[in-house]
Structures are given as C-alpha cells and as structure tokens.
C-alpha cells in the first residue's frame, strides 16, 4: 500500500544536516557582521533573527539563528528543535530566565518569552502553517509538542 500525498510524511534531512547548515548559518553571521543572516519576515515567509538567552546552567549569553514571524509588536517563533525529539536548548533556557535580546532586520529590542496557549496558540500555529504546507506532517513526527514562543518587547 502507498503512501497517498495527503498522508505521505514530508522528507528531512539527518539531523547532522540541519545542525551544520545551523552552524554555518551562525558563522555566516558573525564573519558578515549580520549582515546576510537576518532575514526579514514577509507574508507568508518566515524571516530570521539571533536571540540571546542566558544558559540556565552557565549564566552565559547563548546566542542562537531563529526562524520567525511578526505578530503586531510580538516576534513569535517555534521550539522545534531542528523537528528532533525534545525542546531546544534556547527554549529551556527561557524558561528558566524569560528574558532575552533579539536582533533582526527591524532592529534590536529586549524581549520576554513565554509560550502561547489556547486560542492564541491556535491563532498563531496557523500563521505558522501559512508559511510551510507541512507543519503539521513535520510536528506529527515528534512526540514532544511544538511550542509556539512570543517574544514580547520589554522595557529596559
């Protein structure tokens, strides 16, 4: 029996190729000065930006490349590691510590996270899926949630 188009699970990369082309990302970053790694986000295309959160364990900056969209004031982004099994590191951290730096082709701004619940998340996983057709298929394949983060600008 085939796989119909509808219910055919969307190919990924290993996940040693998500992490490279990650890390490249990041090196791209600090060798242009952010110049060519941020990228601004469009309808119906997600944009890139660094986040620097604090290690929940080593009280340093961790900076990390995030897709995201613009939700009025809010940045939002999702937890997926990589679409691996578990949260991300960065996601954990803000858990512990909410409070972060954002740049992006806006600007800078400091920001608090928190994940999206209910009608709100709902809201925003559709924004999500507005920007890739397979969304859904790439959540199914993990057994941790997929949080979605707002980043919320903050005073300071």
Do not use: C
Request: glycine share 8%.
């Amino acid at each position: 029996m085939s796989d119909s188009p509808q219910t055919k699970a969307p190919w990924l990369p290993p996940r040693w190729v998500i992490r490279t082309a990650w890390a490249v990302h990041r090196g791209l970053y600090r060798i242009t000065g952010g110049r060519f790694a941020l990228q601004r986000a469009k309808p119906q295309h997600w944009g890139t930006m660094r986040v620097t959160v604090t290690g929940r364990r080593s009280g340093r900056e961790r900076p990390v490349i995030l897709a995201y969209i613009e939700d009025g004031a809010n940045l939002s982004t999702l937890a997926m590691n990589g679409w691996g099994e578990g949260d991300p590191a960065w996601w954990l951290n803000l858990q512990a510590n909410s409070d972060a730096h954002v740049v992006w082709p806006g600007g800078e701004r400091l920001v608090r996270a928190r994940a999206a619940e209910g009608a709100e998340h709902e809201r925003l996983w559709q924004l999500w899926r507005d920007t890739n057709k397979d969304l859904d298929a790439f959540a199914a394949n993990r057994t941790t949630p997929t949080a979605v983060v707002i980043l919320e600008p903050r005073a300071g």
